[in-house]
Structure formats: structure tokens, C-alpha cells
């Protein structure tokens, strides 16, 4: 199905629409389509057109726009008649998941360098889904007991170098049988088969020390941790041993 980004330049009457060859990736692709530069009446030149993945990460504060990925498509291209471009981007590891819900979301925004152009941007979303490894070790946590509860894009600009990242929130499908309130997984890095992770583990509070520990903030820490996510058994083998 083809999935279209139409962007009114503004000026010289022409558009400019990227058609995705599909609208749902899985992390570690590649997005696949073609750019349409079509109309105008000629008088105006793009410099070159531009293609960013993007995603919304939230602040303490505020909200703002993340580039995960992106290219660009050298010019020039006179705004006349029609330019058919294919482009190739890639979905980095470190694309947040969409498909498990929450206030994630991705899209792609395409652009032309066009003097005196009228903010020639658009955005159409994205269903990004897990790569493989992502999805044995969020199965592995539910073949440990936990359920995911929530999933978001934070601002961690001094952990990665990116900017942000994903986390998941992970909480025991049974309260009365668990050490922990709540696990969070930050996928680090990806490789065919491995999956380095961050995990905070918010520990359960028993008897007054654990009260206090609790109020304090202490019963929060992270861990960091390299599991063969070949599988979900396997994955589960690892995190098993930081969980129970």
C-alpha cells in the first residue's frame, strides 16, 4: 500500500509528494519509495530535497521534534514538469517502536530547498514494529511474569549522544509474588541475535526499610546488561537471573 506525503511548496505552484512502497517497517530495514517533484511554472529552482525520519520526545518540560535518520537528495531541480526520485533511508536501531502503543510516534517528513518557500514540510506517520530481537526479549518478559505497561521517547541526551530514548516499562502480572514494582528496558544496542540493555529495576518495598528506601528514591537502579535474544527462552535464561 502506497502511503502518501503531499507538501505544498507554496510558491511556483509546485508539490512535492515522497509514496513510501509500504507505511509499516520493522527496526534495522529500510524505508523504500519515490519522490514525485511535479508542476510549478518553471521560474524557480529547488537546491535539494530532503528526507528525515523523525520522532516526538518528551521533555520534563516540554515536547520537541528528534531526527532518527536521514538524507538527502542533491539538486538541482527546476520546478517544472515532473522529477520521479526513488530513495532508500534506513530504520536505525534506535527507532522508537510504535506498534505497543503509548505516546510514540513516527513519521516521515520531506522536504525541498526552495528560496522563499513556504515551510515546505509535511509529516505522515510511521508503524515501526520491534526488530527480532526486540520482540524475544519483550516476550521474554512476559514469560517471566510482567506485563508492559507503558512505553515512551524520554530525553537522555547524555546517555547515548541521540538525544533520547525508548523506554519500556514493565510491571508483574502478579504484585504478590514479585521483588519488583516496575522493570525498565532501554534497548542500547542491537545485533543478529544480542541485545545489549539498560534495565532500572524499582525494587518492591518490604517492612520499614523498604518504606524508606522507597520514599527516598533509592530503590531505583540500573543495570547494565548483554542477553542472547536468539529467542525468547534464551532471552528469558538471561533476564531471569537480574529478576528473580
Known amino acids: 500500500m502506497f502511503k502518501s506525503i503531499l507538501t505544498r511548496l507554496g510558491v511556483g505552484g509546485a508539490t ?124 521474554a518478559m512476559r514469560l517471566l511474569g510482567f506485563r508492559m505497561a507503558k512505553t515512551d521517547v524520554e530525553g537522555r541526551s547524555a546517555w547515548f549522544g541521540r538525544g533520547y530514548v525508548q523506554e519500556f516499562e514493565f510491571r508483574p502480572a502478579d504484585y504478590g509474588r514479585r521483588r519488583f514494582d516496575e522493570v525498565e528496558l532501554v534497548f542500547e544496542g542491537l545485533s543478529p541475535g544480542r541485545a545489549d540493555l539498560l534495565v532500572q529495576l524499582d525494587r518492591a518495598a518490604r517492612g520499614l526499610g523498604g518504606l524508606l528506601r522507597e520514599a527516598s528514591g533509592m530503590d531505583e537502579s540500573w543495570t547494565r546488561l548483554s542477553v542472547d535474544a536468539s529467542s525468547p527462552d534464551a532471552a528469558a535464561a538471561h533476564l531471569s537471573r537480574l529478576l528473580t
Open 16 to 139: 512535492l509528494d515522497a509514496r513510501l512502497d509500504r507505511d509499516q517497517v520493522r527496526v534495522g530495514e529500510q524505508i523504500t519509495g519515490t519522490l514525485f517533484v511535479s508542476g510549478g511554472d518553471g521560474s524557480l529552482t529547488a537546491n535539494r530535497a530532503q528526507l528525515r525520519l523523525k520522532t516526538r520526545v518528551e521533555h520534563e518540560e516540554h515536547a520537541a521534534d528528534a531526527v532518527i535518520a536521514g538524507t538527502d537528495i542533491p539538486g538541482p531541480f527546476r520546478l517544472q514538469g515532473e522529477h520521479r526520485i526513488p530513495f532508500t533511508l534506513p530504520v536505525p536501531a534506535h527507532t522508537p517502536v510504535t506498534v505497543y502503543g503509548g505516546r510514540v510516534f513516527v513519521w516521515l517528513a520531506s522536504e525541498m530547498d526552495v528560496a522563499m518557500a513556504v515551510d515546505p514540510s509535511d509529516r505522515d506517520g510511521l508503524v515501526v514494529h520491534p526488530s527480532a530481537e526486540q520482540h524475544n526479549v519483550i516476550e
